[in-house]
């Protein structure tokens, strides 16, 4: 009788290995970063974990896959409609990022305010220019779009800062830190109220390019736009334009529609906008949260016979 296989696509840690096989002990679990290695065992493998690219033009080799547990929160990049035509469960890595990424928000966002981005430019000059320095966050408003992990985590932050935050989620439930909710349908109606713009959004076909000339133009002058989301969310020549005619006061940027971002990019030249390269959800905790939180409860369940509980994406979504 054939033995269960959980292909693992990356090196982790071995006492993270360890916790995983007292769970599984009689299973056959392959750790290797070696797409050869990938090829060969794709075709009986039951779980993955850590979906890599190489395995989209592979799809006819696995035919015993049940789940893929993914190491990011998004799955945009993911093959998900022949995914969904296999039948296969995804459950993503979305609240690993929760923490560094919403530090990363708030880094963004009071650099943009205290002009702290500027001063670290003058120091490289030696150059002593306290010019321009007056905004304060506190008693601000804050729109946070996506309420998930990071957005719930992003407004309890705020609170903090005695902001009052909007929220924008789907659903429009209600949450803990949030004054007012709103669906993604009121999102131009939540803008003009703003004072920072916070992007927390996953990337689907609703949306993509759901910000540009029209939703900048909604904004404060003054206010100022922070993208730890996608980068596709964001229509970037608009953005570029907008931040240019000074219809918004800055932006802080970790994505980007095409990464890298490239050097004939005007943001890149704008003083008013800060650029790190798609490392808001770094950190030294990433392995550990993705198979302790979130892949060994779930593989407990899926031993037992039971449904995944957590992080199961929703094919009809997107995320």
Same mark, same amino acid.
Request: charge should be negative; aromatic fraction near 8%; proline fraction near 3%.
């Given at each position: 009788? $054939?033995?269960?296989?959980?292909?693992?696509?990356?090196?982790?840690?071995? !006492?993270l /290995?360890?916790?995983?096989?007292?769970?599984?002990?009689?299973?056959?679990? @392959?750790?290797? !970063?070696?797409p050869?290695?990938?090829?060969?065992? #794709?075709?009986?493998?039951? @779980?993955?974990?850590?979906?890599?690219?190489?395995?989209?033009? $592979?799809?006819?080799?696995?035919?015993?896959?049940k789940?893929?547990?993914?190491?990011?929160?998004?799955?945009?990049?993911?093959?998900?409609?022949?995914?969904?035509? $296999?039948?296969?469960?995804?459950?993503?890595?979305?609240?690993?990022?929760?923490?560094?990424?919403?530090?990363?928000?708030?880094?963004?966002?009071?650099?943009?305010?205290?002009?702290?981005?500027?001063?670290?430019?003058?120091?490289?000059?030696?150059?002593w *220019?306290? %010019? *321009?320095?007056?905004?304060?966050?506190? +008693?601000?408003?804050?729109?946070?779009?996506? /309420?998930? #992990?990071?957005?719930?985590?992003?407004?309890?932050?705020?609170?903090?800062? +005695?902001?009052?935050?909007?929220?924008?989620?789907?659903?429009?439930?209600?949450?803990?830190?949030?004054d007012?909710?709103?669906?993604?349908?009121?999102l131009? #109606?939540?803008? =003009?109220?703003? *004072?920072?713009?916070?992007?927390?959004?996953?990337?689907?076909?609703?949306?993509?390019?759901?910000?540009k000339?029209?939703q900048?133009?909604?904004?404060?002058?003054? %206010?100022?736009? @922070?993208?730890?989301?996608?980068?596709?969310?964001?229509?970037?020549?608009?953005?570029?334009? #907008?931040?240019?005619?000074?219809?918004?006061? +800055?932006?802080?940027? *970790?994505?980007?529609?095409?990464?890298?971002?490239?050097?004939?990019?005007?943001?890149?030249?704008?003083?008013?906008?800060i650029?790190? =390269?798609?490392?808001?959800?770094?950190?030294?905790?990433?392995d $550990?949260?993705?198979?302790?939180?979130?892949?060994?409860p779930?593989?407990k369940?899926?031993?037992?016979?039971?449904?995944?509980?957590? !992080?199961? /994406?929703?094919?009809?979504?997107?995320?």
């Open positions: 009788m $054939k033995k269960s296989k959980l292909l693992i696509t990356r090196q982790i840690e071995d !006492n /290995v360890k916790q995983i096989q007292e769970v599984i002990p009689e299973w056959d679990i @392959i750790i290797t !970063n070696e050869d290695q990938w090829k060969f065992h #794709a075709m009986d493998t039951d @779980i993955i974990l850590g979906w890599r690219k190489f395995f989209e033009d $592979k799809m006819d080799l696995l035919d015993e896959l789940w893929i547990q993914t190491w990011s929160a998004g799955v945009n990049s993911l093959p998900l409609k022949e995914l969904e035509g $296999k039948d296969i469960r995804i459950t993503s890595a979305n609240g690993v990022h929760s923490f560094p990424i919403s530090e990363t928000v708030f880094a963004l966002m009071l650099s943009l305010t205290r002009n702290i981005h500027t001063y670290i430019k003058n120091q490289e000059k030696k150059k *220019d306290g %010019a *321009d320095i007056k905004l304060e966050m506190h +008693g601000k408003t804050v729109g946070v779009i996506g /309420v998930g #992990a990071i957005g719930k985590e992003t407004a309890k932050i705020a609170k903090a800062f +005695g902001m009052k935050v909007i929220g924008i989620r789907h659903s429009g439930k209600p949450e803990n830190y949030v007012e909710m709103y669906t993604t349908d009121k131009n #109606a939540v803008l =003009p109220e703003c *004072d920072y713009v916070v992007i927390t959004l996953p990337l689907t076909e609703d949306t993509h390019q759901l910000f000339q029209e900048f133009q909604l904004m404060k002058d003054s %206010a100022f736009l @922070i993208n730890i989301g996608r980068g596709e969310i964001i229509k970037e020549d608009d953005l570029a334009a #907008a931040l240019s005619a000074g219809e918004i006061s +800055g932006a802080g940027l *970790d994505v980007f529609e095409k990464e890298p971002l490239a050097e004939s990019s005007p943001l890149w030249e704008m003083d008013n906008v650029i790190t =390269p798609h490392t808001s959800g770094s950190t030294e905790h990433y $550990k949260r993705v198979v302790e939180d979130i892949f060994i779930n593989l369940k899926f031993i037992a016979g039971n449904e995944l509980e957590i !992080n199961i /994406v929703d094919y009809k979504k997107g995320y």
